[in-house]
């Protein structure tokens, strides 16, 4: 079966420090995962998505992560943070069979401090 | 190119009550998806239609909830009655090329 487990409920760092947010994956398959962002009251937002082409992926925002199968990781990093990164980040990995269904990790919230 | 729709963005009701969500998806968008996120929780899928079929409803609770995707295009989730654990963000998402787009989300707390 298919999960994701997003290994830090809570990252803080301060601004202009790197970023880096951890995700392990499970899947039986070739997986698809997604990094997607959530801001308070507001709806998710795609960062970035791995979908078997290059092992690492560049997304939006300065965002980028890195599939490695032996790890089964897919971390998010960012080399500088902005106070706008501040929200909740999701891993997000991709079911098989067509019917592109998401499993959701449970969140990391990340703080960026001045 | 308009993003995925939703309202109430906000809602307040009380136990036992009936409530009501629309969603309209991204124009073209064939598969829609409803989520329940729980605060501090992911995103849970209730139910998923392609077109106006339901493809996975497994873990929708029938009992008390359901949605309809009449004519293939906008959506409404439906709760009835509602109980204190329902309180949560409703998420309405739609899909192309195996990415999700998501709407704002209603956010509904039930007293």
């Known amino acids: 079966a298919q999960s994701v487990t997003q290994l830090d409920s809570h990252v803080s760092v301060s601004e202009g420090t790197p970023v880096l947010l951890r995700c392990n994956y499970s899947?039986?398959?070739?997986?698809?995962l997604f990094w997607y962002v959530q801001h308070p009251n507001k709806g998710l937002q795609l960062l970035l998505k791995?979908?078997?082409?290059?092992?690492l992926v560049k997304g939006i925002n300065g965002f980028e992560a890195e599939f490695k199968k032996s790890e089964t990781s897919f971390h998010l990093t960012k080399p500088s943070a902005h106070m706008s990164d501040a929200a909740e980040y999701f891993c997000?990995?991709?079911?098989?069979?067509?019917?592109?269904?998401?499993?959701f990790g449970a969140g990391t919230r990340l703080a960026v401090h001045p | 190119e308009a993003g995925v729709a939703q309202s109430p963005r906000y809602k307040i009701i009380e136990k036992r009550q009936s409530v009501a969500f629309w969603c309209n998806p991204i124009?073209?968008?064939?598969?829609l998806y409803w989520y329940q996120q729980i605060l501090g929780q992911g995103p849970k899928l209730l139910i998923q239609?392609?077109?106006?079929?339901?493809?996975?409803d497994s873990q929708l609770p029938k009992d008390r909830f359901s949605a309809e995707r009449l004519k293939g295009v906008d959506s409404t989730l439906k709760i009835q009655p509602a109980k204190l654990e329902d309180s949560a963000v409703y998420l309405c998402?739609?899909?192309?090329?195996?990415?999700?787009?998501f709407g704002p989300g209603t956010r509904l707390l039930v007293l």
């Open positions: 998402a739609s899909t192309e090329q195996e990415t999700q787009y």
């Open positions: 899947s039986s398959y070739s997986p698809s």
């Open positions: 791995y979908t078997s082409a290059a092992t």
């Open positions: 997000v990995v991709s079911l098989s069979g067509g019917y592109n269904k998401l499993i």
């Open positions: 124009s073209g968008h064939a598969t």
């Open positions: 239609f392609q077109n106006n079929g339901v493809v996975d």
